[in-house]
């Protein structure tokens, strides 16, 4: 799934170097957070990741704290990646995405 | 009080009545020397010489002490402060001057004290033209020199002494601290005191005696675990076939029968852990918190999508250290999940998060079950209280217990969903 730090998976391609994440072929302009969370989420297929882990490790700190913020980027982070809801909310815990549908 | 302050004390208990005693002798001793060397001077300064009347002398007396150790206290100094002579007639008018006196004749000498002040008086008898006077003169002992100071050696021998016992104790401080930390953590080893003196002695001993303590606990650890792995088997087949049964017929007595069976697998999964905690013994090692959750939720994935729920489990991709004895933490995160399962009333969710940040860890489970009541919230906690009405078993009361034995912080409380979070936090590393 993941070559030389790339990701695949279900379409989408993520390249931590020149961090640019392609879906189905497509650019997809991700934001640094955006690429931030899709990254950790990808590199930690199948496995949930939790908010407050999203929100101390990808997050600004001094400037956006708060899983209300983390909320905003997922959901424009979903916008973005379209109708393929590769970004799973887990009950209790925070978001995942699963290597198959 | 401490084995320094009790050792000066004895010390100085025995060293200030030694010190009085010898400053006592040496005073008296130096008084009859002092007397002895006044005279012999003054005899000395009189005897065989012309007298000059009214003439002041100052004399120097030397005298030791006989010891090399007090020499430097032998100087002293006197001052003749005046010869007067008087006429033998009662009129008092004759004085004589010096040229007329022929001979001179000591008659003896005499030691006075005047309150602080000593005076060596001497008598002498002079021959004139006028016949002969008696005459008398003072000297004033005015620079007496302080005793001798035995202080000062007595002094550096307790410090000495008092230095001396740094390496006393030090070996008796880290005895002291390796049982501490063994008290609070069963693995810590204990320092071998090799010392061949008392000290060493009861080192050694108290090794020993922990050494037969932590047998004995390993033979009760070891009976109650066998006792319990010899239980769990059958009971885990007889909880599969009340399950089993339960699918089959929809009894209520068969779904008490299995509620029961699944109180008492638990009661005997906790057993171990109930024995280790009640003696206090928790032995803690660095253990990756990682692991044991990626156990606990392989453990309970397949249970918990058999009852219709859904089981997630997440932790940090970095490992997660923590100080903590593995069992009772697999054991508490182990209870904390089963509770929740067996306290849901499906279908719902079990979450099982650990976080770790700024040196702190959390392990937190979630539920979207029917959750505890206000007042039950606080008495599942207490032990035995849990019971069956609770339906916790010791589970959660271990939980609390396991948080307690390493300064771990263990709450329930309501979640937002209105099922159960407990939650256990403590400190990395």
């Given at each position: 799934m993941s070559r030389g730090g790339q990701v695949h998976v279900r379409g989408l391609h993520i390249d931590p170097e020149s961090r640019l994440v392609r879906l189905d072929g497509t650019n997809i302009l991700a934001t640094a957070v955006e690429f931030d969370i899709l990254f950790a989420l990808a590199t930690r297929l199948d496995r949930p990741v939790s908010r407050s882990w999203l929100v101390t490790h990808v997050l600004d700190p001094d400037r956006e704290g708060t899983e209300r913020t983390l909320d905003v980027h997922i959901s424009r982070l979903r916008r973005k990646l379209?109708?393929?809801?590769?970004i799973q909310t887990v009950w209790g815990i925070g978001y995942k995405i699963a290597s198959q549908e | 009080m401490k084995l320094r302050a009790r050792l000066l004390l004895t010390a100085i208990g025995v060293a200030v009545p030694v010190w009085l005693v010898l400053l006592g002798g040496f005073r008296i001793v130096r008084e009859r020397r002092l007397d002895a060397a006044l005279t012999a001077a003054a005899s000395a300064a009189f005897a065989g010489s012309r007298c000059s009347v009214g003439v002041t002398k100052s004399i120097t007396v030397k005298w030791d002490w006989g010891s090399p150790l007090f020499k430097s206290l032998s100087s002293h100094q006197f001052l003749i402060i005046g010869l007067d002579s008087t006429g033998r007639?009662?009129?008092?008018?004759a004085r004589i001057s010096?040229?007329?006196?022929t001979t001179v004749k000591l008659d003896g000498v005499g030691v006075r004290t005047y309150g602080t002040t000593r005076q060596v008086a001497v008598a002498i008898t002079y021959d004139s033209a006028c016949g002969f006077t008696l005459a008398e003169s003072a000297v004033n002992d005015t620079t007496g020199a302080p005793?001798?100071?035995?202080l000062w050696p007595v002094l550096v021998a307790v410090l000495g002494v008092l230095a001396g016992l740094g390496p006393i104790v030090r070996r008796a401080r880290l005895l002291t601290e390796g049982i501490r930390r063994w008290q609070i953590d069963s693995g810590a080893p204990i320092p071998i005191d090799r010392g061949s003196d008392e000290l060493g002695k009861l080192a050694r001993a108290y090794h020993s005696s922990v050494q037969t303590l932590m047998k004995r606990e390993e033979a009760l650890k070891e009976f109650i675990e066998d006792t319990t792995h010899d239980l769990a088997t059958p009971l885990t087949v007889l909880r599969g076939h009340l399950w089993g049964l339960k699918k089959d017929f929809e009894s209520p007595r068969l779904e008490s029968a299995a509620e029961e069976v699944d109180f008492i697998v638990s009661v005997v999964a906790n057993l171990p852990l109930k024995a280790k905690l009640s003696v206090g013994f928790v032995s803690r090692s660095d253990i990756d918190v990682n692991q044991i959750m990626s156990r606990v939720h392989d453990r309970f994935y397949a249970l918990a999508a058999a009852r219709n729920l859904r089981f997630e489990a997440a932790w940090p991709a970095q490992a997660v250290k923590v100080h903590a004895d593995p069992t009772c933490l697999e054991q508490a995160i182990n209870n904390l999940v089963e509770n929740a399962i067996r306290h849901h009333e499906p279908p719902g969710h079990i979450a099982l998060v650990l976080d770790a940040s700024s040196g702190a860890f959390s392990i937190r489970v979630e539920d979207d079950g029917p959750g505890i009541g206000e007042a039950d919230l606080q008495r599942v906690l207490v032990r035995g209280e849990g019971g069956r009405a609770g339906g916790s078993g010791l589970g959660l009361a271990i939980v609390d217990q396991v948080a307690v034995a390493h300064g771990w912080q263990f709450s329930i409380r309501a979640g937002d969903s209105g099922g159960l979070v407990a939650e256990l936090k403590g400190i990395v590393g």
């Amino acid at each position: 799934m993941s070559r030389g730090g790339q990701v695949h998976v279900r379409g989408l391609h993520i390249d931590p170097e020149s961090r640019l994440v392609r879906l189905d072929g497509t650019n997809i302009l991700a934001t640094a957070v955006e690429f931030d969370i899709l990254f950790a989420l990808a590199t930690r297929l199948d496995r949930p990741v939790s908010r407050s882990w999203l929100v101390t490790h990808v997050l600004d700190p001094d400037r956006e704290g708060t899983e209300r913020t983390l909320d905003v980027h997922i959901s424009r982070l979903r916008r973005k990646l379209g109708a393929a809801k590769l970004i799973q909310t887990v009950w209790g815990i925070g978001y995942k995405i699963a290597s198959q549908e | 009080m401490k084995l320094r302050a009790r050792l000066l004390l004895t010390a100085i208990g025995v060293a200030v009545p030694v010190w009085l005693v010898l400053l006592g002798g040496f005073r008296i001793v130096r008084e009859r020397r002092l007397d002895a060397a006044l005279t012999a001077a003054a005899s000395a300064a009189f005897a065989g010489s012309r007298c000059s009347v009214g003439v002041t002398k100052s004399i120097t007396v030397k005298w030791d002490w006989g010891s090399p150790l007090f020499k430097s206290l032998s100087s002293h100094q006197f001052l003749i402060i005046g010869l007067d002579s008087t006429g033998r007639s009662d009129s008092g008018t004759a004085r004589i001057s010096a040229a007329m006196i022929t001979t001179v004749k000591l008659d003896g000498v005499g030691v006075r004290t005047y309150g602080t002040t000593r005076q060596v008086a001497v008598a002498i008898t002079y021959d004139s033209a006028c016949g002969f006077t008696l005459a008398e003169s003072a000297v004033n002992d005015t620079t007496g020199a302080p005793p001798p100071l035995l202080l000062w050696p007595v002094l550096v021998a307790v410090l000495g002494v008092l230095a001396g016992l740094g390496p006393i104790v030090r070996r008796a401080r880290l005895l002291t601290e390796g049982i501490r930390r063994w008290q609070i953590d069963s693995g810590a080893p204990i320092p071998i005191d090799r010392g061949s003196d008392e000290l060493g002695k009861l080192a050694r001993a108290y090794h020993s005696s922990v050494q037969t303590l932590m047998k004995r606990e390993e033979a009760l650890k070891e009976f109650i675990e066998d006792t319990t792995h010899d239980l769990a088997t059958p009971l885990t087949v007889l909880r599969g076939h009340l399950w089993g049964l339960k699918k089959d017929f929809e009894s209520p007595r068969l779904e008490s029968a299995a509620e029961e069976v699944d109180f008492i697998v638990s009661v005997v999964a906790n057993l171990p852990l109930k024995a280790k905690l009640s003696v206090g013994f928790v032995s803690r090692s660095d253990i990756d918190v990682n692991q044991i959750m990626s156990r606990v939720h392989d453990r309970f994935y397949a249970l918990a999508a058999a009852r219709n729920l859904r089981f997630e489990a997440a932790w940090p991709a970095q490992a997660v250290k923590v100080h903590a004895d593995p069992t009772c933490l697999e054991q508490a995160i182990n209870n904390l999940v089963e509770n929740a399962i067996r306290h849901h009333e499906p279908p719902g969710h079990i979450a099982l998060v650990l976080d770790a940040s700024s040196g702190a860890f959390s392990i937190r489970v979630e539920d979207d079950g029917p959750g505890i009541g206000e007042a039950d919230l606080q008495r599942v906690l207490v032990r035995g209280e849990g019971g069956r009405a609770g339906g916790s078993g010791l589970g959660l009361a271990i939980v609390d217990q396991v948080a307690v034995a390493h300064g771990w912080q263990f709450s329930i409380r309501a979640g937002d969903s209105g099922g159960l979070v407990a939650e256990l936090k403590g400190i990395v590393g």
